[in-house]
């Protein structure tokens, strides 16, 4: 398990935190069933390069389970998203108003498998759009859990 909260509030004379310093969602240690910056900010549909924002919640839970040897497989579930808060943003789905604002939390779901070296493990995951928050309210959960709208992480980390 892991969970992270971040916030890039802009100050003195700036209206907005620098590219480099603001936050994206989705990849390989992120929300594995978006590609990075694809998912967000809020319940947008944003086709940009780049879609960041300055405040990010991210958790992740993971059960790894031995198949043989060196070899491991693992389910995984990630939530979170990003949003623009106390920005110059006026796009208003874009934006964090409220704790309401939390039902655009992205959910996604798969599975990998993991070849520990002991010292750091490569690992492949597939995952899964299990709730968009960037589709219509009635169309969010497990309209896009098929094989055609998933993505596919390599990485490689400690293997804890």
Known sequence: MRAFFGIAIPYGNSNSIPFSKSYYAGGANDNRAWQPYNLGPGSSSFSNDFNEANMKIAISGEYRFLIAGKWNGALFADAGNIWNVLDVVNYEPAKF????????????????????????????????????????????????????????????NYPF
């Open 97 to 156: 108003n409220s704790i309401e604002d939390l039902k655009e939390m992205a959910l996604g779901t798969g599975f990998g498998i993991r070849y520990d070296l002991g010292f750091f493990a490569v690992r492949v995951d597939m995952g899964f759009k299990t709730y968009n928050p960037a589709l219509e309210m009635g169309d969010r959960w497990f309209t896009q859990y098929n094989f055609a709208n998933s993505v596919f992480n390599f990485g490689i």
